[in-house]
């Protein structure tokens, strides 16, 4: 049987951190077992709202590759390549740009609250936008039937979907398949501060790549319980992210039980806690970390995947661009 | 001396009139002996409008080729190319598109006015709010200087000159060339209902490869002076497209000169002038029209002008894109 596609991607404007791994990174790694899949490192969406900062969006293109491949994302497996390498992309865009209108882009709920949060008001890039129809473009030309994201991307879907039937319609075809969002079961990973998300530039991550003495140091630093003053007082284990880090990284289950029972009834430390969550979280990402050195030791080999990633990719779009061009009756010379 | 570029174009969606050939084809012809001439069927533009009728778009490039070819635009000396087959062309629209406001899209006077024209309100397709963008990628992937136009089309330069300024200064570079409008010194050609544009779709055009029936019909038929009512009344010769179509087309100045003062004094009826205009229509016309329907006959050598052209312009475009891509530092794998 054929494998479905899968496609996912990141913007890479930072290094991946914890968050990224219990959202998205761990289930691209068991995704690649019996999926084709695709993971794209999307520099050009990024420029859209960081055309200003190119060197942030080109420098991060390596350490989220770096950060991919020591997760055990497996280039034998998994497609990795760059947005901005995949001509058929932007193409695509523009076809679909024809397909929706002005007034739709307007109302995307997602884009409506990014907009607030950048503090654009009417001086939205053009680009961002329009970022939405970039992604159904980046959705379509690989063909995904299964594209993992968090509740915030169902928008995108839902305009991808409709892109997909409005053009299968319009030009008589099937070439174009509609995808369905694979919600992430896990909940989202607050950030050291307590925060309800950890992100690259709240300053609230722990990043793949911390050293030990990062870690440790952000590890002491954590939000906890702000009532529970006192050793002997009892203290909350909901939203309290030691707990939930706890919940989500350690594989002694029993233990973390019996240190949730006792933070609760009283006489347990944060201190205890976090020197357990610190030894967890090492033990986590020393592996990690390693590989990731020991791959950063040769930037060209890992850039060389990209490559190669990118050449496949490209021959995917390329050929889903050649057949959308074929049912608009527009390949002039394919005869 | 390095020859200067020049870049104009037209969307394929029907064959090209008299209209076109005053307004442009004719300075055409003139620019390629000493330009480095581009001329591109503008078949993705088209869509941005026409996605509902790609047919229209897919069946007119063929005919706006002959139409080129056929009143002396020579594939020896101007890069003839067909738009939706150089693929920088999208990707630097999309770059460009962060650099310009969804602001600044929704005030382009022009797209506004076409706006209601066509009678889309809200729901104008997005391809089309950002068409002027897409221009602007057009006239400097060639790096055009000289971009002759109607004056409805200055918005459209004035925004790629504003984006070049903004490209060059955020990435610190100077490979895009901001271009030059040239306005056309001749007035625009009337329709022969004397409605002020002849237009492809308001069914007052000559065409060029009008057969001489069709030529004689569509004369005989003009709109002239209405309160010329008999023959012995004097008639006016502003307005009346009779004259206008005589000054644009007759060689003999002095006829023309003399059949005005006649016509304006009185007792010089429609009909002469009409047959006069016939005759020098049809010696204009009838070169053209022979030599597009030899041309017709063998569509495989038109589509290979196009094709050979095309790939002159996506390597002109795409050398533009990779020093574009230089600049922002997104040129990964240049080195």
């Given amino acids: 049987m054929k494998k479905k596609i899968a496609l996912t991607g990141d913007r890479p404007t930072g290094k991946l951190h914890l968050g990224h791994y219990v959202g998205s990174l761990s289930s691209r790694v068991q995704i690649q077992e019996d999926h084709s899949q695709f993971v794209m490192i999307a520099d050009a969406q990024a420029l859209t709202d960081y055309a200003h900062e190119p060197k942030r969006v080109s420098e991060n293109v390596l350490e989220v590759a770096l950060d991919y491949l020591s997760v055990g994302i497996d280039p034998k497996k998994t497609t990795i390549f760059i947005q901005s390498l995949v001509p058929a992309l932007p193409e695509i865009t523009l076809y679909f740009l024809n397909l929706v209108t002005w007034n739709r882009l307007k109302h995307n709920p997602t884009v409506k609250l990014e907009i607030q949060q950048k503090g654009y008001g009417e001086e939205v890039p053009a680009g961002f936008m329009i970022y939405p129809v970039s992604q159904a473009a980046d959705i379509t030309a690989f063909k995904a039937e299964v594209v993992p994201v968090g509740d915030d991307q169902l928008p995108m879907i839902e305009q991808t979907v409709e892109l997909v ?9 099937d070439v174009l398949i509609e995808p369905k969002a694979v919600l992430s079961s896990v909940a989202r990973l607050p950030g050291i501060d307590g925060k309800a998300k950890m992100g690259k530039s709240l300053g609230n991550a722990i990043f793949l790549s911390d050293s030990p003495d990062e870690i440790a140091k952000k590890v002491k630093g954590m939000y906890t319980d702000p009532g529970h003053l006192r050793v002997e007082d009892p203290g909350k284990v909901e939203g309290n ?8 990284f350690a594989f002694d289950r029993a233990k973390v039980e019996e240190l949730k029972a006792h933070y609760q009834r009283g006489g347990l430390g944060d201190g205890v806690v976090k020197k357990y969550l610190l030894e967890v979280l090492l033990s986590f990402l020393e592996p990690i970390r390693k590989r990731r050195e020991e791959l950063a030791k040769d930037p060209s080999h890992v850039m060389n995947i990209l490559f190669e990633g990118t050449k496949v990719a490209s ?3 390329g050929e889903t661009l050649r057949e959308m061009k074929r049912s608009m009756g527009i390949d002039y010379f394919a005869h």
């Fill in 165 to 173: 039937r409005k053009f299968n319609r319009l030009y008589q075809t």
């Fill in 315 to 317: 021959a995917v779009a």
């Fill in 241 to 248: 992210p030691v707990f939930t880090y706890l919940d989500a």
